[in-house]
């Protein structure tokens, strides 16, 4: 089954507009799905957020984003739990597909990296049952090793399949090309993570060589080294049929340019990259 | 059984002192391995560095690099081989324990991580007559995911181990605290490179946070993330008792630093840290 088109993960245009403007130019583009920050949703207002959203016939990929679970104390520990609720209200209220997890990285000061993952796998378990309750599945995204320190403590896709495992139905994986590429097991995860219905999303970009940023310098499809039309398939393979979302994080590049090249760069790499 | 101390990978003072004048200050400082890089050994010549290194009676834990097999074409592929011949010669002339092996990435224009990953294979393949006839194994350093573009499509202790199995004796690996550090399956791949005797090298330096280049930013020890004590205590029950070696690359701090004072930090942090 193909997939449904081009999602726009709106942290793409960040830079050019607010989340109502992003929604409309979307749209404007012919553009069916994008995936809200919580600071855009935020900045423009939840009730406005969902409002333009359903106007404009939006399906929403995901939001981005909860987790960020461990803390040197348990009290950071309760209040990332009680956040990651709020998001999965929000999340709700917008009518997301999945609550995208980026699951924090070392709590400062530690080097304990066992640990923060299992403050990870504690506080996932702490609000799955809001999760289930709202109807938004949380979605882990594995991020790339070198975000292990600071951002995601779990860095590769059979990892964050193993901790499926462990937390049951409504839990599985956003699975960024980005993050996982170089992956020399990545083949045999994503055929997992397709056996096991566990694939909520998926995101594209592109690993510019060199790379000069290890946060902002992401590229547009096509720029970089990504195999991008081998890993699609291997999603396709698994069953996934839904929206291929488009996250670039740019400093000095897409965010510097007009939304509307970027979107229309977007759809034409969309279509002749991936 | 304890490591036999602390051994110098040369590109850590590679910007204050040339060959001679680092081997002389590690003696001075006393430090009794180095590992010598083949720009630095060129500059002062092959036989100059080998009886400098002798005269100081210094261990040789390594020779930096050989590797870089994927090419475009066969003739790039085969220009790789003869030169990993003589950087396997020079290893020898030198004493080296191991050549460490940076494997390579992606050839220019290439998307094709598999395709490089068995250039690879084939690359050590070709090679491995000639360690074995001059006596020096091959120390395949499996580097961080994010060289896997550019410099090394191997990227896991787990992957190398497998190159290691499909290839036979005489190759190892040269783990880099720096590069394995993030791994979920680190512990069990460390008894794993143990119990197969493939430990050929033990490097260490620190992740830091923020890390603000991809390849020049390492940290000294003790000033990043990585739990060096617990990965030196898997090394060690793994069986290695040779010297963990400090390999920094620091353009904006410890290479603008006197050498002396590099040489004293990295003894005092080994002493203290690791």
């Not at 209040?79 to 699951?103: F, K, P, S, Y």
């Not at 609000?127 to 599945?137: C, E, N, S």
């Not at 393979?237 to 839904?242: R, T």
Request: glycine share 10%.
């Amino acid at each position: 089954m193909p997939n449904q088109g081009l999602s726009v993960n709106l942290a793409t245009v960040r830079q050019q507009w607010n989340l109502g403007e992003a929604v409309a130019a979307c749209a404007r583009h012919g553009i069916r799905a994008v995936d809200p920050w919580r600071d855009q949703v935020a900045g423009y207002g939840l009730a406005d957020s969902a409002k333009v959203i359903r106007d404009h016939g939006m399906t929403v990929t995901g939001y981005c984003r909860g987790g960020m679970f461990p803390s040197a104390d348990r009290d950071g520990r309760l209040a990332a739990i009680d956040d990651n609720r709020r998001a999965l209200d929000e999340a709700a209220t917008l009518g997301a597909q999945c609550l995208v997890l980026v699951v924090g990285g070392l709590p400062p000061g530690s080097r304990d990296l066992a640990g923060a993952r299992e403050m990870v796998a504690e506080g996932m378990a702490a609000v799955l049952p809001h999760a289930r309750a709202v109807g938004v599945p949380l979605a882990i995204e594995p991020l790339h090793p070198m975000y292990a320190g600071d951002r995601a403590c779990v860095n590769t896709l059979g990892q964050a399949l193993d901790l499926c495992d462990r937390l049951g139905p409504d839990v599985g994986v956003a699975i960024d090309a980005y993050h996982v590429w170089w992956d020399p097991d990545l083949a045999a995860q994503i055929a997992r993570a397709g056996r096991d219905k566990r694939i909520l999303a998926y995101h594209i970009c592109d690993w510019l060589v060199p790379t000069r940023d290890l946060l902002l310098d992401r590229g547009m499809m096509g720029d970089g080294v990504i195999d991008l039309p081998a890993i699609g398939q291997m999603i396709e393979n698994a069953g996934y049929a839904g929206f291929h979302e488009v996250e670039i994080f740019s400093a000095e590049n897409w965010w510097k340019r007009p939304g509307d090249e970027v979107l229309a760069t977007c759809l034409e790499r969309f279509a002749t990259v991936c």
